[in-house]
């Protein structure tokens, strides 16, 4: 069933791609499609041996356009029509995965834009460059992604422009780890190992025995 996890990823990943290009119709039809093959118990492709391309246009959710980029693939396992689209799209793609990194969906993105809140145009030159670097959108998309990581977990802003800066150093990039300390009414707490006893650090810095309940702790994130 894996080649039918394929082109339901393909199929999906086409769907995002028109959906940033905004070809009306198209996202909707591909993502139902990705879905109605990611569903089949049968491959995919012993469906198109036994009853060729009019068995795939007998799928749920697939048209004959679909069926004939299914076949087209299962012949010569790409379709024209995706990688032309990959390349066309490729720039907004990064840039718009720069966005949603930030917590930007692309339905609000393309809505800022359109009101100047956001420069596009201000973000496609990093967007060539960081392409020209990472040499694929995916490998782009993966340097923004662990860019984004180690910054959040520090509290600091980023840019697609942190990518380059960030770029040498890419693999030892790790997000801070998140420490979690017990507090008890505001007071500090700590475990004795040697006791397997809670004690709570009074205002004076006395080790009173801790007598509540495990669920009256509240862990704090120290930043």
């Not at 246009?57 to 990688?83: F, M, N, S, V």
């Not at 790790?174 to 709570?200: H, L």
């Amino acid at each position: 069933m894996k080649r039918n996890e394929k082109i339901a990823k393909i199929l999906k990943h086409m769907a995002e791609l028109y959906e940033i290009n905004s070809a009306k119709g198209k996202p909707f039809a591909y993502k139902r499609a990705a879905k109605s093959v990611l569903q089949l118990k049968e491959d995919v492709g012993k469906i198109y041996k036994e009853r060729g391309v009019f068995g795939l246009e007998a799928l749920p959710g697939i048209g004959k356009r679909i069926a004939k980029k299914i076949e087209e693939y299962l012949k010569t396992g790409k379709i024209k029509d995706y990688e032309i689209l990959k390349e066309k799209t490729k720039i907004r793609e990064i840039v718009t995965f720069y966005f949603k990194t930030k917590g930007i969906s692309l339905e609000k993105l393309k809505e800022s834009a359109k009101k100047r809140e956001i420069i596009y145009s201000r973000y496609t030159k990093p967007a060539k460059q960081l392409l020209e670097l990472a040499g694929s959108t995916e490998k782009a998309k993966e340097a923004i992604a662990k860019v984004a990581e180690w910054a959040k977990s520090r509290n600091l802003d980023y840019a697609i422009e942190t990518v380059f800066k960030k770029w040498l150093e890419l693999d030892k990039l790790k997000p801070k780890e998140i420490v979690k300390k017990p507090y008890y009414r505001g007071m500090p707490m700590v475990w004795s190992e040697t006791k397997k006893k809670w004690y709570v650090i009074s205002p004076e810095g006395e080790w009173l025995e801790f007598a509540g309940k495990e669920s009256e702790i509240e862990w704090r994130i120290e930043k």
